[in-house]
């Protein structure tokens, strides 16, 4: 099983709101990741966590606030957004950070009213 | 530093081949990959070749690699509506995945 599952599929959200994207995988994987994806472009890097650690945050703005309260999870907490956030979330997780094989989940599709 | 750079857009006949062309900066990258990307959903590992490989070989799909030019080609063998996508090549060096801007494959019948 290489399944990464994401929840919501969709979600439309105001700036003033508070929301929560989620991730899961049961694969053992030890390092999860956050992209973000504009439509047309291809995903840039937002934060990896090795071993329930955050090990990367690739200068992401603190309206994103990230979580992994264990192996198998990872949040993406939301809060004051910009309509220029809006754009597909992917996470990703891999055996190891250094690993090669590095699988996707099918993402959310963030709209900022 | 690090750049992957790759042809926006290729059309091809359904049946033909596709030649998806990649090219990339960095001679330390370790692995090489290629990620489909249907539309509205997440990327899917197609394939990957370690850069002591020049070749690899999956049923339709075919990956070369010239490591002197670092240059990495995807052929795609008797291409099908289904292969319509766009197509990311990618290093990986340090961890990091460093995608190039996505190449749409558009397959008529």
């Known amino acids: 099983d290489t399944e990464v599952t994401q929840t919501p599929k969709h979600l439309v959200m105001g700036m003033t709101n508070k929301k929560s994207l989620k991730c899961e995988q049961h694969?053992?994987?030890?390092?999860m990741y956050w992209y973000k994806q504009k439509a047309k472009k291809p995903p840039e890097l937002m934060f990896v966590?090795?071993?329930?650690?955050?090990?990367i945050n690739e200068s992401v703005p603190s309206r994103f606030s990230p979580e992994c309260p264990n192996s198998s999870l990872l949040n993406l907490h939301l809060h004051a957004l910009q309509p220029e956030d809006s754009a597909l979330y992917l996470c990703?997780?891999?055996?190891?950070?250094?690993?090669?094989?590095?699988?996707f989940g099918p993402g959310t599709r963030l709209t900022v009213t | 530093g690090e750049d992957v750079e790759q042809s926006l857009f290729l059309s091809v006949r359904e049946g033909d081949s596709s030649v998806i062309n990649c090219t990339y900066t960095?001679?330390?990258?370790?692995?090489l990959y290629w990620y489909k990307q249907e539309p509205g959903a997440g990327l899917q590992l197609l394939t990957y070749?370690?850069?002591?490989?020049d070749m690899k070989q999956d049923q339709r799909l075919t990956v070369l690699l010239n490591k002197k030019d670092k240059h990495l080609s995807l052929r795609i063998a008797d291409t099908q509506t289904g292969d319509s996508a766009i197509y990311f090549c990618?290093?990986?060096?340090?961890?990091?995945?460093?995608f190039g801007q996505g190449t749409t494959l558009q397959v008529k019948p």
């Open positions: 990703a997780s891999s055996q190891e950070w250094t690993s090669y094989e590095q699988y």
């Open positions: 694969m053992g994987h030890r390092a």
């Open positions: 966590y090795s071993y329930e650690k955050l090990s």
């Open positions: 960095d001679s330390s990258s370790t692995y």
């Open positions: 070749i370690f850069s002591n490989m």
């Open positions: 990618a290093e990986k060096n340090t961890g990091k995945l460093i």
